[in-house]
């Protein structure tokens, strides 16, 4: 077992520490494995929504451009010709296309604790006791960050999504509010700093222990 220090409102360091688990947060980084779970991740997300025209696509005559012998040029069977300007692609994209990687569960939750304890070392994570705000407003939000000491993006992991909190947060181009159950490799690495609510820990235990 570990200790991580909580901090309080006004983003200082409190007395209390918090018990956390070494196979969560105190895990050896391993940047091969990071890097193969964030490029599956991203590969995922990818829709197959380009498509391509072969030859057959293009609005070309089917007309034999000129005889087969006799002029001198290369013979030529249609103008969609793929070695042609104009023509239709050889091996087309389909708008069908598959990107997906396969990441089993065991190397994706040992991938996500590699990256959370690495953010510990790298002192860019934090856990306070919880995280909220009285109204859904902007303005407020703002004030919350200010007054814990906080101006560099920031992703903010609860262990269930305040309406408020969402709706007061979801205007900063910076700031990104997500449950645990949803935090992905991605945003926990493209932020520069990681709030988790004691909560939120408790999740991250629940779903990686």
Not at 20 to 42: C, K, M, P, T, W
Not at 86 to 107: H, L, R, Y
Not at 182 to 209: Q, S, Y
Request: proline share 3%; aromatic share 6%.
């Amino acid at each position: 077992m570990m200790e991580l220090k909580l901090i309080n409102a006004k983003g200082k360091a409190s007395k209390e520490t918090l018990q956390v688990s070494d196979h969560l947060f105190g895990r050896e980084f391993n940047e091969a494995l990071v890097h193969q779970i964030v490029v599956a991740y991203q590969a995922n997300a990818r829709s197959g929504t380009r498509a391509q025209k072969g030859r057959s696509d293009v609005a070309k005559s089917t007309r034999k451009p000129w005889r087969q012998k006799g002029t001198g040029r290369a013979r030529a069977g249609m103008a969609s010709s793929p070695i042609w300007r104009g023509g239709g692609k050889a091996f087309p994209n389909s708008p069908d296309e598959n990107f997906t990687q396969k990441i089993n569960k065991k190397m994706y939750r040992v991938g996500l604790c590699s990256i959370l304890s690495e953010l510990v070392r790298q002192d860019r994570l934090a856990v306070v006791d919880e995280f909220k705000v009285v109204s859904p407003k902007t303005r407020e939000a703002v004030d919350k960050l200010k007054g814990m000491g906080i101006s560099e993006s920031i992703l903010i992991v609860t262990d269930d999504l305040d309406e408020n909190l969402y709706l007061s947060m979801r205007n900063l181009p910076h700031v990104l509010v997500v449950e645990a159950q949803h935090a992905d490799p991605v945003n926990l690495i493209r932020f520069d700093r990681v709030l988790l609510t004691k909560k939120a820990v408790e999740k991250f235990e629940e779903l990686l222990g």
